[in-house]
Nanobody, 123 residues
Framework: HVQLVESGGGSVQAGGSLRLSCVAS????????MGWFRQAPGKNREGVACMVPAYGAVFYADAVEGRFTISQGDARDTQILEIDNLQPEDTAMYFCAAGPPTRLSCLSRGSFNDWGQGTQVTV
């Protein structure tokens, strides 16, 4: 059974930074597609960043490129999303996700099978 648990959300002022973490059990991020999505009230869930370590591929949504950085943590089962220069429009519930490795863009929900419960980011 795969379980993903996010942490690191919070309330910050505009221009601030946050570091979100996602720990997986029953899964190895190093052999999978890893991603972060967000969902604001009344809006659809959107992909913001994803990576496929096995292929060295990284993708960012246009709205966050240059401010968000996705990476693997020191542990193989951890993925990180670093967010800089937070803006009010970044306010949302952030979810981590994992799926099989893909050579295509992974910013769509269809790339992922497993999801965390989310961590709230408020700016």
């Amino acid at each position: 059974h795969v379980q993903l648990v996010e942490s690191g959300g919070g309330s910050v002022q505009a221009g601030g930074s946050l570091r979100l973490s996602c720990v997986a059990s029953g899964y190895s991020h190093s052999t999978s597609t890893m991603g972060w999505f967000r969902q604001a009230p009344g809006k659809n869930r959107e992909g913001v960043a994803c990576m496929v370590p096995a292929y060295g591929a990284v993708f960012y949504a246009d709205a966050v490129e240059g401010r968000f950085t996705i990476s693997q943590g020191d542990a193989r089962d951890t993925q990180i999303l670093e967010i800089d220069n937070l803006q009010p429009e970044d306010t949302a519930m952030y979810f981590c996700a994992a799926g099989p490795p893909t050579r295509l863009s992974c910013l769509s929900r269809g790339s992922f099978n497993d999801w965390g419960q989310g961590t709230q980011v408020t700016v």
